[in-house]
C-alpha cells in the first residue's frame, strides 16, 4: 500500500496523465499503466483506477458538446411520445447509433472482464499495441478519403465504429485512435471520425467508471478514494483543453506526429521491458 503522501503525489500525477492522454489516438490506459511503473510505488494503478478517472474526462466531453448532447438526447426522448417532431429526425437516428455503436464494447467488456483487469495489462502487449496501431492510425489517415461528414454515418458504420471502440479494452490500442482509423477507412473526415469518437464514448465510459467506483466502494485497491477524486477532477479540467486543442489540430493537421510518438513510445517501452529495467506485469 502506497503512503497517504505518496497517494496523493501519484494521483496528481496519474490524474494529468489522463487528462492529456484520453482524447489523442495515444492510449490513455497504456500511459496510466507506464506511468504506475515509474512512479514512486511502481504499481499498476489498476483497471478499476483507470475506468474512475476516466468519470473525469467524460465529464469534460459532456461540458464540451453540452448542447449537441442535450439536443440529441431531447430529440431521442421525444421521438417515444406525442411530442416528436420532423426535425429532430436526424438526431434521434444520431441518438440510436450511439446506443447500437456501444453495445460492442459493453458486451465485449463483460465478456472478458477478468483479462481486461490481468492479462490484457501486460505491458509487452501493450507495447505491441502501441506500435501495431500506429501502423494502422498512419496507413488510414494517408489512405482514407476523408470526404464523409457526421450525418453521412450509417448504421452498418455505427456498429463498425462500436467494434473499433472495443478494442481499446486492450491498453496501448486507444478508444479514440480505434474509432477514428476506423472512420477514417470508411471515409468520413478527420473532424466527423473524431465528434463521433468523443459521442460514442460516453455512455461506455461513465457506465464503466461508475461500475467500477460502486465495485472499489469497500476495497479502494493502491489509491484510496480521496487521491482518486483528485485525479478525477485533475483530469477533467485537463481533458476539457485537450478536447479544445485536439479538434482544432485535426481540422488542420494530419496524425503523423501521433504516429511517430506511438511508435517511439512502444520501441522505448519494449527495450525497458528487455532491460529488466520496468517489470511487465
Partial sequence: ???????????????????????????????????????????????????????????????????????????????????RRPEDAEDVRMGWLVIIGTLPIAILGLAFKD??????RNLYLTATMLILFALVLGAADKWGARV???KSLSWRDGIIFGF???MALIPGVS?????????????????AAARY??????????????????KSWN????????????????AFVVGY???????????TRNYLPFVIYRIVAGLGLLALLMTGTIPAT
Fill in 241 to 251: 483543453w485537450v478536447i479544445v486543442a485536439f479538434l482544432k489540430i485535426v481540422s
Fill in 175 to 191: 478508444r479514440s485512435g480505434g474509432t477514428i482509423s476506423a472512420g477514417l477507412i470508411m471515409g468520413y473526415t478527420r473532424e
Fill in 197 to 214: 469518437s468523443f459521442l460514442l464514448a460516453i455512455p461506455a465510459v461513465l457506465a464503466s467508471g461508475f461500475y467500477q467506483l460502486a
Fill in 1 to 83: 500500500m502506497i503512503s497517504s503522501s505518496g497517494q496523493w503525489f501519484e494521483a496528481a500525477i496519474l490524474g494529468l496523465v489522463q487528462g492529456l492522454t484520453e482524447f489523442l489516438p495515444v492510449s490513455s490506459s497504456a500511459h496510466l499503466r507506464i506511468a504506475g511503473a515509474f512512479l514512486p510505488s511502481g504499481q499498476d494503478p489498476g483497471a478499476a483506477f483507470t475506468a474512475i478517472t476516466q468519470i473525469g474526462t467524460e465529464a469534460a466531453v459532456l461540458l464540451y458538446f453540452r448542447k449537441d448532447i442535450w439536443r440529441i438526447a431531447m430529440a431521442w426522448l421525444r421521438s417515444f411520445t406525442k411530442a
Fill in 164 to 166: 473499433a471502440q472495443a
Fill in 148 to 150: 464523409k461528414p457526421l
Fill in 219 to 234: 476495497d479502494w485497491g493502491p489509491i484510496g478514494p480521496g487521491p482518486t477524486a483528485l485525479a478525477t477532477a485533475i
Fill in 115 to 120: 483479462a481486461i483487469e490481468t492479462s490484457l
